[in-house]
């Protein structure tokens, strides 16, 4: 068991109740607080740790309720929608007691980040969508299936290709938690620029990753959906959209549109990153995260 930090930003591990379902977060680095939500849903908070982004800011690490040390809900795996998700920010943030703070949302995240932004902006001073997408679907699902097709082409002959493949494959059919993390941990080689070539740096990560299986319904059994096309442009936060350059999953056209969409959205190409831009080139992305949140 972690010991409760004192104080809501003292750096470890904190949690709070809400609506009856532990909240887990965690705390690191010092200066202005952005709060991170990380992807899946339900991949484990870890990878998304910035110790770059710590040296200016002080990191707020969520657990997603579901995941981790945080709570489950009643119906587990199912129920965890956005509004969900925003509900547990909300009292995060409230928690934390900073008059505003930045919202970075990773991927999923980054879907519950913009929903929290359009539904709840009142303690928000920005928002950064990092590999995140207005829509989710069938549309969505096609321009991934196209990229991975692409990133099977440039690796046709590497002998871990055929495993990678496979992993996307059984994305349809996970049914538990061992089904989860080895389709994590299988598809991953696809989410990085160069993950072959730089095997060393990132097979650690792959190896220790881990993850909850989340259904994606809600409590009814209805799928989550998400098309937040008709909606975006009635923000009222600053927004920077960052994107790897080879992401699979919520690429360059995502972020593009995201862009046009969001009024006045910054926007950060990554152009030597996957998926994963904060493990990729970290100095970058740190820097320009950092500029946007302190005004630099």
Same mark, same amino acid.
């Given at each position: 068991?972690n010991?409760?930090?004192?104080?809501?930003?003292?750096?470890?591990?904190?949690?709070?109740?809400?609506?009856?379902?532990?909240?887990?977060?965690?705390?690191?680095?010092?200066?202005?607080?952005?709060?991170?939500?990380?992807?899946?849903?339900?991949?484990?908070?870890?990878?998304?740790?910035?110790?770059?982004? *710590?040296?200016?800011?002080?990191?707020?690490?969520?657990?997603?309720?579901?995941?981790?040390?945080?709570?489950?809900?009643?119906?587990?795996?199912?129920?965890?929608?956005?509004?969900?998700?925003?509900?547990?920010?909300?009292?995060?943030?409230?928690?934390?007691?900073?008059p505003?703070?930045?919202?970075?949302?990773?991927?999923?995240?980054?879907?519950?980040?913009?929903?929290?932004?359009?539904?709840?902006?009142?303690?928000?001073?920005?928002?950064?969508?990092?590999d995140?997408?207005?829509?989710?679907?069938?549309?969505?699902?096609?321009?991934?299936?196209?990229?991975?097709? *692409?990133?099977?082409?440039?690796?046709?002959?590497?002998?871990?290709?055929?495993?990678?493949?496979?992993?996307?494959?059984?994305?349809?059919?996970?049914?538990? =938690? /061992?089904?989860?993390?080895?389709?994590?941990?299988?598809?991953?080689?696809?989410?990085?620029?160069?993950?072959?070539?730089? *095997?060393?740096?990132?097979?650690?990560?792959? /190896?220790?990753?881990?993850?909850?299986?989340i259904?994606?319904?809600?409590? =009814?059994?209805?799928?989550?959906?998400?098309?937040?096309?008709g909606?975006?442009?009635?923000?009222?936060?600053p927004?920077?959209?960052?994107?790897?350059?080879?992401?699979?999953?919520?690429?360059?056209?995502?972020?593009?549109?995201?862009?046009?969409?969001?009024?006045?959205?910054e926007?950060?190409?990554?152009?030597?990153?996957?998926?994963?831009?904060?493990? *990729?080139?970290?100095?970058?992305?740190?820097?320009?995260?950092?500029?946007?949140?302190?005004?630099?």
């Open positions: 068991m010991a409760p930090a004192a104080g809501p930003l003292a750096t470890g591990t904190h949690t709070i109740t809400v609506n009856g379902v532990d909240q887990r977060y965690q705390a690191h680095g010092a200066g202005p607080v952005c709060v991170a939500h990380s992807g899946g849903p339900g991949i484990s908070w870890e990878y998304l740790r910035m110790p770059e982004l *710590e040296r200016h800011l002080t990191m707020v690490y969520v657990e997603p309720v579901g995941t981790g040390g945080s709570g489950r809900l009643p119906k587990h795996p199912h129920g965890y929608t956005r509004e969900l998700y925003s509900q547990c920010l909300d009292a995060v943030v409230d928690h934390l007691g900073v505003k703070v930045h919202l970075l949302g990773h991927s999923h995240g980054g879907f519950v980040v913009q929903y929290h932004a359009l539904h709840r902006p009142d303690r928000i001073a920005g928002i950064v969508l990092y995140s997408a207005p829509v989710t679907g069938p549309e969505h699902g096609a321009e991934a299936m196209g990229k991975v097709e *692409e990133f099977a082409a440039r690796h046709a002959d590497h002998p871990g290709l055929p495993g990678v493949l496979a992993a996307f494959q059984s994305l349809s059919s996970l049914a538990g =938690d /061992e089904d989860m993390v080895a389709a994590i941990r299988g598809i991953m080689p696809a989410y990085f620029a160069d993950y072959w070539g730089r *095997e060393g740096e990132f097979a650690p990560l792959r /190896e220790s990753v881990t993850g909850w299986y259904s994606g319904l809600d409590a =009814d059994l209805s799928p989550d959906l998400i098309d937040d096309r909606t975006l442009g009635s923000l009222t936060v927004a920077l959209v960052v994107v790897g350059r080879h992401d699979v999953i919520c690429g360059v056209r995502w972020a593009e549109e995201l862009r046009h969409l969001i009024p006045r959205a926007l950060l190409v990554l152009e030597d990153s996957g998926h994963f831009g904060h493990l *990729e080139q970290p100095s970058e992305f740190a820097s320009a995260v950092a500029a946007f949140v302190t005004g630099d």
